[in-house]
């Protein structure tokens, strides 16, 4: 079993859990174990293993994964990236958390949800920085800046329907 360098580009095991168990439930046991099939012994093995919260996994497994189980959607629901995105965002994570964070935004402005976002994608990934750059009613530019190559996949399912999410 190939052990995975911590220097790596990484996300937080809270980020990843709730929406791994969500596409599991969302598609279905056969297209979650298709979308594992596709990793490889090592990589299934974290994937399909306990996530931890406060630990760090490998973010080129998760893409990897992230990948096979949007490609599942498209073929068994004709969902396209964007919905899968979005639905993932608006339907992962405990009933109650979920319950509880809808009930918090709701009472915030959009601007004021927008302001705050940077917080959680700030510790969501083991490099770079998520920053507001303009956020003024109907116009918000939001960036993640100095991190690598490697975050550009995990970045453009989450960072726009994420911010999306909590701003509507």
Known sequence: ???????????????????????RTAYGREAYERALSKLAA????VMDGA?????????????????A????????KGHAPSEFN???MREAGSRSLRTIYKFLLGMMSAQSAIA???????????EGRCEVVENVPGKAVVRYADASPAF?????????????????
């Open 152 to 168: 550009r996949t995990s970045l453009t399912h989450n960072l726009p329907s994420g911010i999306m999410s909590c701003s509507s």
């Open 1 to 23: 079993m190939r052990y995975f360098d911590a220097m790596d580009p990484s996300i937080k095991g809270g980020i990843i859990k709730d929406p791994r168990d969500w596409m």
């Open 86 to 88: 979005m639905r993932k």
């Open 51 to 67: 996530l931890l919260a406060g630990s760090w996994y490998p973010l080129a497994v998760w893409d990897r994964f992230h990948d």
């Open 42 to 45: 090592d990589e299934r093995a």
């Open 116 to 126: 705050k976002a940077p917080i959680l994608y700030n510790r969501a990934y083991s």
């Open 69 to 76: 189980m949007m490609e599942e959607a498209s073929v068994r």
